[in-house]
Protein backbone atom coordinates (compact mmCIF):
# COMPACT_ATOMS: atom_id res chain seq x y z
CA UNK A 1 0.00 0.00 0.00
CA UNK A 2 2.94 2.27 0.86
CA UNK A 3 4.46 1.47 -2.35
CA UNK A 4 1.14 2.26 -4.49
CA UNK A 5 0.65 5.35 -2.61
CA UNK A 6 4.61 6.39 -2.92
CA UNK A 7 4.52 5.36 -7.02
CA UNK A 8 1.37 7.71 -7.39
CA UNK A 9 2.55 10.53 -5.61
CA UNK A 10 5.97 10.20 -7.61
CA UNK A 11 4.42 9.93 -10.84
CA UNK A 12 2.26 13.22 -9.87
CA UNK A 13 4.16 15.57 -8.16
CA UNK A 14 7.74 16.72 -8.76
CA UNK A 15 10.47 14.59 -7.41
CA UNK A 16 11.55 17.23 -4.82
CA UNK A 17 8.30 18.12 -3.22
CA UNK A 18 7.59 14.66 -3.32
CA UNK A 19 11.15 14.32 -0.97
CA UNK A 20 9.45 16.59 1.65
CA UNK A 21 6.21 15.42 1.60
CA UNK A 22 7.39 12.00 1.89
CA UNK A 23 10.21 12.98 4.99
CA UNK A 24 9.06 15.90 6.32
CA UNK A 25 11.17 15.58 9.58
CA UNK A 26 14.08 16.44 7.40
CA UNK A 27 15.85 19.69 6.00
CA UNK A 28 14.21 20.95 3.08
CA UNK A 29 15.75 21.19 -0.56
CA UNK A 30 19.72 21.39 0.00
CA UNK A 31 22.19 20.92 -3.06
CA UNK A 32 23.65 17.34 -2.58
CA UNK A 33 26.91 17.18 -0.75
CA UNK A 34 29.80 15.20 -0.95
CA UNK A 35 30.46 13.12 1.77
CA UNK A 36 33.63 13.09 3.72
CA UNK A 37 35.28 9.96 2.61
CA UNK A 38 39.05 9.79 3.47
CA UNK A 39 41.13 10.49 0.90
CA UNK A 40 44.17 7.95 1.93
CA UNK A 41 46.05 5.64 0.24
CA UNK A 42 43.48 4.10 -2.09
CA UNK A 43 43.27 1.05 0.02
CA UNK A 44 42.17 -2.19 -2.51
CA UNK A 45 40.27 -4.24 -0.18
CA UNK A 46 42.91 -7.30 -0.17
CA UNK A 47 45.36 -4.85 2.22
CA UNK A 48 42.90 -3.57 3.91
CA UNK A 49 43.36 -5.01 7.60
CA UNK A 50 46.76 -3.42 7.36
CA UNK A 51 45.34 -0.05 7.18
CA UNK A 52 45.24 2.21 9.79
CA UNK A 53 41.77 2.49 11.24
CA UNK A 54 39.84 5.80 9.92
CA UNK A 55 36.36 6.62 11.19
CA UNK A 56 33.77 5.31 9.08
CA UNK A 57 30.99 7.41 8.05
CA UNK A 58 27.84 6.69 9.27
CA UNK A 59 24.86 7.53 6.78
CA UNK A 60 22.50 9.33 9.02
CA UNK A 61 25.05 11.68 10.78
CA UNK A 62 26.79 11.76 6.96
CA UNK A 63 24.52 13.31 5.09
CA UNK A 64 20.81 15.01 5.09
CA UNK A 65 18.28 12.33 4.16
CA UNK A 66 16.40 15.02 2.15
CA UNK A 67 19.13 14.01 -0.31
CA UNK A 68 18.15 10.34 -0.96
CA UNK A 69 14.01 10.59 -0.33
CA UNK A 70 13.95 6.22 0.26
CA UNK A 71 11.72 4.07 2.28
CA UNK A 72 10.91 0.44 2.88
CA UNK A 73 7.89 -1.24 2.57
CA UNK A 74 7.90 -3.11 6.14
CA UNK A 75 9.94 -1.88 9.03
CA UNK A 76 8.47 -4.68 11.41
CA UNK A 77 8.92 -7.83 9.80
CA UNK A 78 6.87 -10.49 12.51
CA UNK A 79 8.89 -13.95 12.94
CA UNK A 80 5.86 -16.43 13.36
CA UNK A 81 5.80 -20.24 13.37
CA UNK A 82 5.46 -20.37 10.00
CA UNK A 83 8.29 -17.72 8.91
CA UNK A 84 9.55 -18.33 5.75
CA UNK A 85 11.93 -15.29 5.44
CA UNK A 86 10.51 -11.72 4.19
CA UNK A 87 10.86 -9.99 0.83
CA UNK A 88 11.84 -6.48 1.75
CA UNK A 89 10.85 -3.41 -0.84
CA UNK A 90 13.48 -0.65 -0.63
CA UNK A 91 11.91 1.97 -2.92
CA UNK A 92 13.19 5.88 -3.48
CA UNK A 93 14.36 8.50 -5.83
CA UNK A 94 17.30 9.86 -7.26
CA UNK A 95 17.38 13.91 -6.00
CA UNK A 96 19.56 14.17 -9.39
CA UNK A 97 16.79 15.50 -12.02
CA UNK A 98 19.28 14.70 -14.77
CA UNK A 99 19.15 11.03 -13.29
CA UNK A 100 22.87 10.93 -13.48
CA UNK A 101 24.48 8.74 -10.60
CA UNK A 102 24.14 5.32 -9.39
CA UNK A 103 22.03 3.69 -6.25
CA UNK A 104 22.99 1.17 -4.20
CA UNK A 105 21.34 -0.63 -1.49
CA UNK A 106 22.88 -2.71 1.03
CA UNK A 107 20.35 -4.50 3.59
CA UNK A 108 22.24 -5.16 6.84
CA UNK A 109 21.82 -7.90 9.60
CA UNK A 110 22.81 -7.10 13.41
CA UNK A 111 26.38 -7.15 13.92
CA UNK A 112 28.14 -9.62 15.64
CA UNK A 113 31.40 -10.71 17.24
CA UNK A 114 33.25 -13.75 15.03
CA UNK A 115 36.04 -15.82 15.10
CA UNK A 116 37.20 -17.05 12.20
CA UNK A 117 39.35 -20.04 12.51
CA UNK A 118 41.63 -21.88 9.41
CA UNK A 119 41.78 -26.09 9.93
CA UNK A 120 45.08 -27.54 10.66
CA UNK A 121 46.40 -31.14 10.90
CA UNK A 122 46.82 -32.49 14.06
CA UNK A 123 47.37 -36.04 14.68
CA UNK A 124 46.32 -36.92 12.03
CA UNK A 125 43.24 -34.84 11.72
CA UNK A 126 42.06 -31.84 10.79
CA UNK A 127 40.92 -29.89 13.69
CA UNK A 128 39.92 -25.87 14.35
CA UNK A 129 43.38 -23.89 14.87
CA UNK A 130 43.75 -20.59 17.00
CA UNK A 131 40.94 -17.97 16.19
CA UNK A 132 40.97 -14.61 14.19
CA UNK A 133 38.91 -12.46 16.24
CA UNK A 134 36.48 -9.75 14.15
CA UNK A 135 33.77 -7.40 15.27
CA UNK A 136 30.98 -5.47 14.25
CA UNK A 137 30.88 -8.15 11.32
CA UNK A 138 27.58 -8.52 9.89
CA UNK A 139 25.11 -11.45 10.23
CA UNK A 140 23.67 -10.81 6.90
CA UNK A 141 24.42 -8.33 4.17
CA UNK A 142 22.64 -7.78 0.68
CA UNK A 143 24.12 -5.78 -1.93
CA UNK A 144 21.93 -4.36 -4.31
CA UNK A 145 22.40 -2.28 -7.60
CA UNK A 146 21.71 -1.76 -10.99
CA UNK A 147 25.21 -2.59 -12.21
CA UNK A 148 28.48 -4.49 -10.69
CA UNK A 149 29.48 -2.47 -7.61
CA UNK A 150 32.99 -2.11 -8.90
CA UNK A 151 31.52 0.05 -12.19
CA UNK A 152 30.09 2.03 -9.42
CA UNK A 153 31.87 2.65 -6.31
CA UNK A 154 35.71 3.35 -6.26
CA UNK A 155 37.31 0.40 -3.31
CA UNK A 156 37.68 3.31 -0.97
CA UNK A 157 34.27 3.84 -0.73
CA UNK A 158 32.97 0.12 -0.62
CA UNK A 159 35.94 -0.35 1.62
CA UNK A 160 34.48 2.46 3.95
CA UNK A 161 30.91 1.89 3.74
CA UNK A 162 31.32 -1.85 4.03
CA UNK A 163 29.42 -2.88 0.97
CA UNK A 164 31.44 -6.58 1.07
CA UNK A 165 30.95 -8.71 4.05
CA UNK A 166 35.37 -8.37 3.65
CA UNK A 167 35.43 -5.13 4.26
CA UNK A 168 32.71 -4.95 7.11
CA UNK A 169 34.34 -6.67 10.17
CA UNK A 170 36.99 -5.38 12.20
CA UNK A 171 40.02 -6.99 13.19
CA UNK A 172 40.07 -7.58 17.40
CA UNK A 173 43.30 -8.60 19.21
CA UNK A 174 45.87 -10.50 18.21
CA UNK A 175 46.52 -12.56 15.79
CA UNK A 176 47.88 -15.99 15.44
CA UNK A 177 51.37 -15.89 14.25
CA UNK A 178 51.77 -16.37 11.01
CA UNK A 179 48.55 -15.77 10.17
CA UNK A 180 47.75 -12.86 7.50
CA UNK A 181 44.01 -11.54 8.88
CA UNK A 182 43.11 -10.13 5.27
CA UNK A 183 43.01 -14.12 4.48
CA UNK A 184 40.77 -15.19 7.24
CA UNK A 185 38.59 -11.84 5.95
CA UNK A 186 38.25 -13.10 2.43
CA UNK A 187 37.31 -16.09 4.02
CA UNK A 188 34.59 -14.83 6.26
CA UNK A 189 33.23 -13.40 3.35
CA UNK A 190 33.31 -16.82 1.45
CA UNK A 191 31.90 -18.83 3.79
CA UNK A 192 28.73 -16.01 4.30
CA UNK A 193 28.45 -16.37 0.56
CA UNK A 194 28.00 -19.93 0.62
CA UNK A 195 25.45 -19.89 3.57
CA UNK A 196 23.55 -17.21 1.81
CA UNK A 197 24.41 -14.46 4.08
CA UNK A 198 25.86 -12.09 2.22
CA UNK A 199 24.02 -11.70 -1.15
CA UNK A 200 25.49 -9.48 -4.35
CA UNK A 201 22.83 -8.76 -6.83
CA UNK A 202 24.00 -5.89 -9.41
CA UNK A 203 21.63 -6.51 -11.44
CA UNK A 204 18.41 -6.34 -8.82
CA UNK A 205 17.92 -2.14 -8.81
CA UNK A 206 15.02 -1.50 -10.93
CA UNK A 207 14.71 1.96 -12.21
CA UNK A 208 11.51 3.64 -13.14
CA UNK A 209 10.36 6.91 -14.66
CA UNK A 210 11.10 9.93 -12.85
CA UNK A 211 14.11 8.86 -11.24
CA UNK A 212 12.39 6.45 -9.12
CA UNK A 213 13.95 2.90 -8.08
CA UNK A 214 12.93 -0.30 -6.35
CA UNK A 215 14.05 -3.36 -5.13
CA UNK A 216 13.27 -6.43 -3.50
CA UNK A 217 15.58 -7.89 -0.99
CA UNK A 218 15.10 -11.54 0.29
CA UNK A 219 15.91 -11.82 4.23
CA UNK A 220 16.47 -15.22 4.07
CA UNK A 221 14.50 -17.53 7.22
CA UNK A 222 18.18 -18.34 8.52
CA UNK A 223 18.99 -14.98 8.74
CA UNK A 224 19.59 -13.76 12.50
CA UNK A 225 16.61 -11.90 14.18
CA UNK A 226 17.76 -8.77 15.47
CA UNK A 227 17.50 -4.57 14.26
CA UNK A 228 18.48 -4.26 10.53
CA UNK A 229 19.00 -1.75 8.26
CA UNK A 230 18.21 -0.58 4.94
CA UNK A 231 20.93 1.57 3.69
CA UNK A 232 20.74 3.46 0.42
CA UNK A 233 23.47 4.93 -1.37
CA UNK A 234 23.71 7.84 -4.27
CA UNK A 235 27.27 7.34 -5.65
CA UNK A 236 28.60 9.39 -8.86
CA UNK A 237 31.75 9.02 -10.54
CA UNK A 238 32.83 6.26 -8.05
CA UNK A 239 32.19 8.77 -5.03
CA UNK A 240 29.33 9.29 -2.33
CA UNK A 241 26.70 11.92 -2.74
CA UNK A 242 24.49 11.03 -0.31
CA UNK A 243 22.86 8.09 1.61
CA UNK A 244 19.43 7.09 3.77
CA UNK A 245 19.01 4.93 6.20
CA UNK A 246 16.05 3.14 7.25
CA UNK A 247 15.57 0.32 10.32
CA UNK A 248 13.80 -2.40 9.82
CA UNK A 249 12.95 -4.92 12.92
CA UNK A 250 13.35 -8.42 12.64
CA UNK A 251 11.28 -9.84 15.86
CA UNK A 252 9.80 -12.82 17.15
CA UNK A 253 5.88 -12.25 17.57
CA UNK A 254 3.34 -14.83 18.47
CA UNK A 255 4.16 -18.21 20.16
CA UNK A 256 7.71 -17.93 18.99
CA UNK A 257 8.37 -14.77 21.42
CA UNK A 258 6.35 -16.44 24.30
CA UNK A 259 9.01 -19.70 24.30
CA UNK A 260 12.02 -17.30 22.90
CA UNK A 261 11.29 -15.05 26.28
CA UNK A 262 10.44 -18.33 28.31
CA UNK A 263 13.81 -19.67 27.73
CA UNK A 264 15.72 -16.39 28.52
CA UNK A 265 13.94 -14.90 31.27
CA UNK A 266 13.19 -18.19 33.47
CA UNK A 267 15.61 -20.57 32.12
CA UNK A 268 15.10 -23.04 35.11
CA UNK A 269 11.74 -23.55 34.94
CA UNK A 270 12.07 -23.45 31.08
CA UNK A 271 13.94 -26.89 31.59
CA UNK A 272 11.57 -28.28 34.30
CA UNK A 273 8.75 -27.57 31.37
CA UNK A 274 10.46 -29.27 29.22
CA UNK A 275 11.28 -32.59 31.47
CA UNK A 276 7.25 -32.63 32.57
CA UNK A 277 6.65 -32.60 28.76
CA UNK A 278 8.62 -35.45 28.79
CA UNK A 279 7.89 -37.14 31.50
CA UNK A 280 3.58 -36.67 30.14
CA UNK A 281 4.77 -37.89 26.44
CA UNK A 282 6.03 -40.98 28.36
CA UNK A 283 3.63 -41.65 30.74
CA UNK A 284 0.80 -41.33 28.06
CA UNK A 285 2.39 -43.93 25.73
CA UNK A 286 3.46 -46.39 29.15
CA UNK A 287 -0.62 -46.56 29.32
CA UNK A 288 -1.34 -46.77 25.78
CA UNK A 289 0.94 -49.53 25.86
CA UNK A 290 -0.46 -51.44 28.22
CA UNK A 291 -4.01 -51.37 27.43
CA UNK A 292 -2.98 -53.03 24.41
CA UNK B 1 5.06 -28.25 7.16
CA UNK B 2 6.98 -25.58 7.80
CA UNK B 3 8.32 -24.78 11.23
CA UNK B 4 10.47 -21.50 12.75
CA UNK B 5 11.96 -23.44 15.82
CA UNK B 6 12.27 -20.13 18.38
CA UNK B 7 15.76 -21.33 20.06
CA UNK B 8 17.13 -22.80 17.05
CA UNK B 9 16.71 -19.58 15.07
CA UNK B 10 15.59 -21.64 11.88
CA UNK B 11 12.90 -23.13 9.98
CA UNK B 12 12.22 -26.86 9.68
CA UNK B 13 10.31 -29.25 7.88
CA UNK B 14 8.26 -30.40 10.53
CA UNK B 15 6.70 -33.54 9.14
CA UNK B 16 10.12 -34.16 8.18
CA UNK B 17 11.37 -34.30 11.82
CA UNK B 18 8.72 -35.91 12.83
CA UNK B 19 9.08 -38.78 10.22
CA UNK B 20 12.58 -39.15 11.31
CA UNK B 21 12.11 -39.17 15.16
CA UNK B 22 9.47 -41.67 14.24
CA UNK B 23 11.35 -43.68 12.20
CA UNK B 24 14.47 -43.81 14.65
CA UNK B 25 11.80 -44.75 17.64
CA UNK B 26 10.79 -47.42 15.65
CA UNK B 27 14.28 -48.70 15.26
CA UNK B 28 14.75 -48.98 18.80
CA UNK B 29 11.81 -49.78 19.29
CA UNK B 30 11.97 -52.61 17.29
CA UNK B 31 16.15 -53.84 18.44
CA UNK B 32 16.40 -52.60 21.73
CA UNK B 33 18.98 -50.34 20.90
CA UNK B 34 18.61 -46.26 21.90
CA UNK B 35 17.93 -43.94 18.91
CA UNK B 36 20.14 -40.68 20.75
CA UNK B 37 23.43 -41.63 19.16
CA UNK B 38 21.34 -41.78 15.50
CA UNK B 39 18.75 -38.78 16.27
CA UNK B 40 21.58 -36.16 17.20
CA UNK B 41 23.76 -36.91 14.31
CA UNK B 42 20.58 -36.71 11.90
CA UNK B 43 19.52 -33.21 13.22
CA UNK B 44 23.27 -31.77 12.96
CA UNK B 45 22.96 -33.35 8.92
CA UNK B 46 19.55 -30.86 8.70
CA UNK B 47 21.65 -27.87 9.91
CA UNK B 48 20.45 -27.52 13.27
CA UNK B 49 23.35 -25.88 15.45
CA UNK B 50 25.17 -28.58 17.81
CA UNK B 51 24.47 -26.94 20.57
CA UNK B 52 20.61 -26.94 19.68
CA UNK B 53 20.92 -30.20 18.57
CA UNK B 54 22.65 -31.47 21.28
CA UNK B 55 20.67 -29.61 24.49
CA UNK B 56 17.09 -30.52 23.29
CA UNK B 57 18.13 -34.45 22.22
CA UNK B 58 18.18 -35.10 25.62
CA UNK B 59 14.43 -33.84 26.41
CA UNK B 60 13.67 -36.82 23.66
CA UNK B 61 15.68 -39.28 25.84
CA UNK B 62 14.13 -38.18 29.04
CA UNK B 63 10.69 -39.27 27.67
CA UNK B 64 11.50 -42.71 26.28
CA UNK B 65 13.27 -43.90 29.17
CA UNK B 66 10.33 -42.28 31.26
CA UNK B 67 7.79 -44.61 29.31
CA UNK B 68 10.38 -47.36 30.28
CA UNK B 69 11.13 -46.98 33.55
CA UNK B 70 6.79 -46.68 34.06
CA UNK B 71 6.73 -50.58 32.43
CA UNK B 72 9.69 -51.80 34.24
CA UNK B 73 8.51 -50.67 37.94
CA UNK B 74 4.92 -52.32 37.16
CA UNK B 75 6.76 -55.17 36.57
CA UNK B 76 9.09 -55.03 39.68
CA UNK B 77 12.29 -55.07 37.80
CA UNK B 78 13.88 -52.22 39.14
CA UNK B 79 16.72 -52.17 41.32
CA UNK B 80 16.29 -48.95 43.20
CA UNK B 81 19.45 -48.97 45.50
CA UNK B 82 21.77 -49.75 42.76
CA UNK B 83 19.95 -47.51 40.62
CA UNK B 84 20.09 -44.67 43.12
CA UNK B 85 23.81 -44.96 43.31
CA UNK B 86 24.26 -44.82 39.00
CA UNK B 87 21.99 -41.87 39.04
CA UNK B 88 24.44 -40.27 41.70
CA UNK B 89 26.87 -40.82 39.71
CA UNK B 90 24.77 -39.47 36.24
CA UNK B 91 23.96 -36.50 37.93
CA UNK B 92 27.60 -35.30 38.53
CA UNK B 93 28.82 -36.60 35.48
CA UNK B 94 26.05 -34.62 33.34
CA UNK B 95 26.97 -31.50 35.40
CA UNK B 96 30.56 -32.14 34.43
CA UNK B 97 29.71 -32.94 31.06
CA UNK B 98 27.54 -29.66 30.63
CA UNK B 99 30.51 -27.58 31.91
CA UNK B 100 32.62 -29.32 29.72
CA UNK B 101 30.01 -28.60 27.09
CA UNK B 102 30.14 -25.14 27.20
CA UNK B 103 33.49 -24.79 27.40
CA UNK B 104 34.37 -26.86 24.47
CA UNK B 105 31.81 -24.17 22.88
CA UNK B 106 33.68 -21.17 23.82
CA UNK B 107 37.06 -22.59 22.99
CA UNK B 108 35.69 -23.36 19.37
CA UNK B 109 36.27 -27.09 19.20
CA UNK B 110 33.07 -28.60 19.96
CA UNK B 111 32.49 -30.37 16.57
CA UNK B 112 35.44 -31.89 16.54
CA UNK B 113 35.31 -33.33 20.18
CA UNK B 114 31.38 -33.90 19.11
CA UNK B 115 32.89 -35.96 15.49
CA UNK B 116 35.58 -37.92 17.77
CA UNK B 117 33.28 -39.04 20.14
CA UNK B 118 30.54 -40.54 17.72
CA UNK B 119 33.61 -41.85 15.56
CA UNK B 120 34.61 -44.05 18.89
CA UNK B 121 31.54 -44.72 19.54
CA UNK B 122 30.10 -45.51 16.36
CA UNK B 123 32.73 -48.11 15.37
CA UNK B 124 32.55 -49.65 18.56
CA UNK B 125 28.60 -50.15 19.22
CA UNK B 126 28.54 -50.85 14.82
CA UNK B 127 30.95 -53.49 15.33
CA UNK B 128 29.75 -55.27 18.51
CA UNK B 129 26.00 -55.13 17.41
CA UNK B 130 27.18 -56.54 13.84
CA UNK B 131 29.47 -59.36 15.84
CA UNK B 132 26.21 -60.27 18.04
CA UNK B 133 23.33 -60.65 15.74
CA UNK B 134 25.96 -62.28 13.71
CA UNK B 135 26.42 -65.39 16.23
CA UNK B 136 22.26 -65.05 17.03
CA UNK B 137 21.38 -65.50 13.57
CA UNK B 138 24.71 -68.32 13.53
CA UNK B 139 22.87 -70.52 16.32
CA UNK B 140 22.43 -68.58 19.60
CA UNK B 141 26.10 -69.41 21.31
CA UNK B 142 25.79 -66.13 22.59
CA UNK B 143 22.98 -67.01 24.92
CA UNK B 144 25.23 -69.43 26.72
CA UNK B 145 27.86 -67.30 27.46
CA UNK B 146 26.28 -64.88 30.25
CA UNK B 147 25.01 -66.96 32.74
CA UNK B 148 27.88 -68.92 33.29
CA UNK B 149 30.32 -65.90 33.77
CA UNK B 150 28.12 -64.53 36.17
CA UNK B 151 29.26 -66.27 39.38
CA UNK B 152 32.92 -64.94 38.77
CA UNK B 153 34.47 -61.86 41.12
CA UNK B 154 35.16 -59.07 38.77
CA UNK B 155 36.72 -55.63 39.85
CA UNK B 156 33.60 -54.72 41.65
CA UNK B 157 33.95 -57.07 44.43
CA UNK B 158 37.37 -56.16 44.88
CA UNK B 159 37.11 -52.64 45.22
CA UNK B 160 36.21 -50.93 49.86
CA UNK B 161 33.03 -49.50 50.03
CA UNK B 162 31.09 -52.61 49.68
CA UNK B 163 27.42 -52.61 49.67
CA UNK B 164 24.80 -55.43 49.28
CA UNK B 165 21.86 -55.11 46.34
CA UNK B 166 18.94 -57.79 47.44
CA UNK B 167 17.24 -56.86 44.58
CA UNK B 168 20.07 -57.94 42.28
CA UNK B 169 21.92 -60.36 44.53
CA UNK B 170 25.27 -58.44 44.76
CA UNK B 171 27.47 -57.40 47.44
CA UNK B 172 29.95 -54.93 45.68
CA UNK B 173 31.96 -52.15 46.33
CA UNK B 174 29.92 -48.86 45.45
CA UNK B 175 32.77 -47.40 43.61
CA UNK B 176 32.41 -49.00 39.99
CA UNK B 177 28.32 -48.25 39.43
CA UNK B 178 29.70 -44.90 40.92
CA UNK B 179 32.06 -44.00 38.23
CA UNK B 180 30.14 -45.54 35.59
CA UNK B 181 27.21 -43.46 36.23
CA UNK B 182 29.36 -40.20 36.13
CA UNK B 183 31.14 -41.35 32.60
CA UNK B 184 28.02 -42.11 31.21
CA UNK B 185 26.80 -38.77 32.78
CA UNK B 186 29.74 -36.75 31.06
CA UNK B 187 28.49 -38.55 27.40
CA UNK B 188 25.32 -37.67 27.41
CA UNK B 189 25.67 -33.96 28.63
CA UNK B 190 27.72 -33.80 25.57
CA UNK B 191 26.58 -36.24 22.57
CA UNK B 192 22.77 -35.90 23.54
CA UNK B 193 22.81 -39.76 24.03
CA UNK B 194 21.27 -41.60 26.77
CA UNK B 195 24.12 -43.90 27.18
CA UNK B 196 22.32 -47.34 27.12
CA UNK B 197 24.68 -49.22 24.73
CA UNK B 198 27.72 -48.60 27.60
CA UNK B 199 25.63 -49.29 30.85
CA UNK B 200 23.69 -52.61 29.45
CA UNK B 201 27.02 -53.76 29.18
CA UNK B 202 29.07 -52.66 32.08
CA UNK B 203 26.26 -54.11 34.36
CA UNK B 204 26.27 -57.56 32.62
CA UNK B 205 29.48 -57.86 32.66
CA UNK B 206 31.61 -55.33 34.88
CA UNK B 207 28.98 -55.55 37.98
CA UNK B 208 27.30 -58.83 37.06
CA UNK B 209 23.87 -58.00 37.64
CA UNK B 210 21.18 -60.13 36.37
CA UNK B 211 19.86 -59.21 33.19
CA UNK B 212 16.37 -59.21 33.88
CA UNK B 213 16.99 -56.25 36.09
CA UNK B 214 19.22 -54.53 33.87
CA UNK B 215 16.70 -52.92 31.26
CA UNK B 216 14.85 -50.91 34.38
CA UNK B 217 17.34 -50.50 36.38
CA UNK B 218 19.81 -48.97 33.59
CA UNK B 219 16.12 -46.44 32.68
CA UNK B 220 16.47 -45.28 36.07
CA UNK B 221 19.85 -43.99 35.47
CA UNK B 222 19.25 -42.56 31.90
CA UNK B 223 15.95 -40.94 32.42
CA UNK B 224 16.83 -39.05 35.63
CA UNK B 225 20.32 -38.03 33.69
CA UNK B 226 18.64 -36.88 31.25
CA UNK B 227 16.57 -34.99 32.79
CA UNK B 228 19.40 -33.51 34.67
CA UNK B 229 20.82 -32.89 31.35
CA UNK B 230 17.77 -30.98 30.01
CA UNK B 231 17.12 -28.68 32.80
CA UNK B 232 21.42 -28.14 33.23
CA UNK B 233 21.59 -27.57 28.91
CA UNK B 234 17.98 -25.12 29.39
CA UNK B 235 19.88 -22.85 32.27
CA UNK B 236 23.20 -22.65 30.84
CA UNK B 237 23.56 -22.57 27.31
CA UNK B 238 19.76 -22.09 27.24
CA UNK B 239 19.23 -23.87 23.74
CA UNK B 240 16.85 -26.40 24.33
CA UNK B 241 14.11 -25.51 21.94
CA UNK B 242 10.64 -26.99 23.56
CA UNK B 243 9.47 -26.89 19.45
CA UNK B 244 11.96 -29.73 18.94
CA UNK B 245 11.29 -31.51 21.69
CA UNK B 246 8.00 -32.01 21.16
CA UNK B 247 8.39 -33.23 17.81
CA UNK B 248 11.15 -35.10 18.90
CA UNK B 249 9.13 -36.72 21.72
CA UNK B 250 6.05 -37.16 19.51
CA UNK B 251 7.77 -38.77 16.81
CA UNK B 252 9.99 -40.92 19.18
CA UNK B 253 7.31 -42.22 21.46
CA UNK B 254 4.70 -43.18 18.82
CA UNK B 255 7.60 -45.07 16.43
CA UNK B 256 9.11 -46.91 19.98
CA UNK B 257 5.63 -48.21 19.83
CA UNK B 258 5.31 -49.98 17.13
CA UNK B 259 8.57 -50.81 17.06
CA UNK B 260 7.47 -52.44 19.76
CA UNK B 261 5.01 -54.01 18.38
CA UNK B 262 5.81 -55.46 15.18
CA UNK B 263 9.41 -56.23 17.03
CA UNK B 264 8.36 -59.97 17.70
CA UNK B 265 6.86 -60.72 13.72
CA UNK B 266 10.09 -59.00 12.12
CA UNK B 267 13.66 -61.46 12.21
CA UNK B 268 15.00 -58.62 14.55
CA UNK B 269 18.69 -59.92 14.49
CA UNK B 270 18.53 -59.46 10.46
CA UNK B 271 17.38 -56.06 11.44
CA UNK B 272 20.12 -55.77 14.08
CA UNK B 273 22.53 -56.68 11.42
CA UNK B 274 21.46 -53.95 9.07
CA UNK B 275 21.37 -51.43 11.49
CA UNK B 276 24.66 -52.03 12.55
CA UNK B 277 25.85 -51.65 9.01
CA UNK B 278 24.38 -48.23 8.44
CA UNK B 279 25.90 -47.05 12.07
CA UNK B 280 29.17 -48.41 11.01
CA UNK B 281 28.73 -46.61 7.55
CA UNK B 282 27.98 -43.58 9.73
CA UNK B 283 31.20 -44.10 11.76
CA UNK B 284 33.45 -44.02 8.76
CA UNK B 285 31.99 -41.45 7.67
CA UNK B 286 32.13 -38.95 9.83
CA UNK B 287 36.36 -40.14 10.77
CA UNK B 288 36.71 -39.45 6.70
CA UNK B 289 35.37 -36.01 7.08
CA UNK B 290 38.10 -35.44 9.87
CA UNK B 291 41.15 -37.53 7.94
CA UNK B 292 40.65 -36.29 4.32
CA UNK B 293 41.45 -32.63 3.56
CA UNK B 294 38.91 -30.29 3.48
CA UNK B 295 37.61 -28.29 0.46
CA UNK B 296 37.14 -25.29 2.73
CA UNK B 297 40.36 -24.99 5.23
CA UNK B 298 38.41 -22.10 7.00
CA UNK B 299 35.06 -21.96 9.47
CA UNK B 300 33.60 -19.19 11.38
CA UNK B 301 32.57 -20.07 15.08
CA UNK B 302 31.58 -18.70 18.36
CA UNK B 303 29.24 -16.16 18.01
CA UNK B 304 29.42 -15.64 21.83
Avoid at chain 2, 28 to 38: A, D, E, K, P
Avoid at chain 2, 177 to 201: E, K, T
Wanted: proline share 7%; aromatic share 6%.
Amino acid sequence: MRLAAFLCAALAAPTLALAQQTTPESAPVEPPTILEVPQADAPVIRSAPRAPRRPRPRAEEASPAANLPAAVTEEDIAVTSDYRGFNVTVFGVNPDRLGRGDIVVALRGPKQTVSVRRKMRFLGLWVNGPPVRFTEAPSFLAVVSARPLRDVANNQAIWALGLDAAAAPRLDGPTPPGADPSDYRRAFSRLRRQSGLFVENPRGLQKLESGLFVTHVRIPAYAPIGQYAADVYLFRGGRLISSRSNRVLVSRQGVERTIHDFAVRLPLVYGLATVLLAIAAGWSASVLLRRR
Amino acid sequence: MSIYLPIAEMPVNGLLILLLSGLVGFVSGLTGVGGGFIITPLLLFLGIPPAAAVATQASQIAATSASGLMAQTRRASVDWRMGLLLTIGGVIGSTLGVSLFSSLLAAGQIDIFINLLFVVFLGGIGSLMLYESFTAIRGGAAQARSPLTRASRTIAHRLPFLMRFPRSGLYISVIPPLALGVGVGVLAAIMGIGGAFILAPAMIYLLRMPTNVVVGTMQLQVFVTAAVVTILQASITQKVDILLAALLITGGVVGAQFGARFGARLPAEQLRAVLAVIVLITGMKLLWDMVAPPDELYLITGVL
